[in-house]
């Protein structure tokens, strides 16, 4: 009898994925991005990639920027309709039993966007890159340049949930009653509201906690170990089910909720239209300061 391979649900290092480059059954997409250039990574991607690597875009591929049904803005951010996703998955070779790794050059911070949303779909077999690009090139693995895609369509389709997201009521009912804590991913001085450049409006969600994705990170880029991002999350929240993540428009709060994952604390939400999405609507309370 022939066995299951084991599935990568949460992180996998450069030697391990080096192993799997010709494997069939592996699907490898980079998700470079820079908010101020949103070019940037496009043209990283093809100076130079894994090898059988697909570019995915974060405005193009993994948002939606059309607003809500009732006209209000969603967000910088958005995602798209689950069906759209699907296609999109379908386009890049993706079966239901494939293993997708994500990888970025900034830690993470975009990988683990697409790595949540295909959790979003109901597809567990994801994992992120851990330290992106920089740890494959610190391996000296081989490097591919150009556009690399595919013309074979996958199968996946939609299956339950395997993550919950939230909405902005859902977040001021939170507020109302105090049942759920919202934990921000954004700098430290985006979260005061002293970075007027990336935030117009200036601020956070009124009882909102302070936690930088790049706190995940260990000096190298590499994600801290499970008992350091448990003790530090747990610091924040006692339950992870209590918790919302959110950022500036719901990708870095990913990071957040992988790195909850790796230290073992699953069952936090998303509010995928976060802070830009929050406080485009000026009857929303803001708040400033530190927590």
């Known amino acids: 009898m022939t066995s299951t391979p084991s599935a990568f649900t949460t992180l996998i290092s450069a030697t391990t ?15 470079r991005h820079d908010l101020a250039d949103p070019g940037a990574g496009r043209n990283g991607y093809l100076a130079g990639h894994v090898p059988g690597a697909q570019f ?24 798209p309709a ?16 494939t293993q997708v790794i994500a990888c970025d050059a900034q830690g993470g911070m975009f990988a683990a966007r697409l790595w949540w949303m295909l959790r979003w779909v109901g597809h567990a077999r994801v ?53 759920r804590i919202v934990i921000d991913a954004r700098a430290p001085d985006r979260f005061r509201g002293e970075n007027e450049t990336l935030d117009p409006v200036g601020g956070h969600i009124p009882g909102a906690k302070n936690r930088f994705f790049k706190d995940n990170l260990q000096g190298d880029g590499r994600f801290r170990p499970p008992a350091e991002l448990r003790a530090a999350f747990e610091a924040l929240v006692p339950e992870p089910g209590a918790a919302i993540m959110q950022c500036g428009s719901g990708v870095t ?3 957040n909720l992988l790195a909850l994952e790796v230290a073992g604390l699953s069952g936090a939400a998303l509010y995928p239209g976060s802070w830009s999405e929050w406080c485009a609507d000026p009857a929303r309370p803001v708040a400033t300061g530190t927590a």
Do not use: Y
Request: glycine residues 6%; charged residues 25%; negative net charge.
């Open 127 to 179: 994992a992120v890159l851990d330290a992106g690009m920089a740890a494959w090139l610190a391996e000296a693995h081989p490097v591919s340049a150009g556009a690399e895609t595919t013309t074979r369509v996958g199968n996946i389709v939609d299956r339950p949930p395997l993550v919950e997201m939230v909405n902005a009521a859902d977040v001021e009912r939170s507020i109302a009653q105090g049942q």
């Open 17 to 31: 994925l080096a192993t799997h480059l010709n494997d069939p059954h592996w699907v490898i997409l980079d998700c």
């Open 56 to 79: 995915v875009s974060i405005d193009d591929d993994l948002s939606e920027k059309s607003p809500a049904a009732d006209g209000s803005f969603r967000g910088r951010h958005p995602l």
């Open 253 to 255: 709060a990913c990071h």
């Open 82 to 97: 689950r069906d759209a996703f699907i296609e999109t998955l379908r386009k890049l070779g993706i079966d239901d039993t």
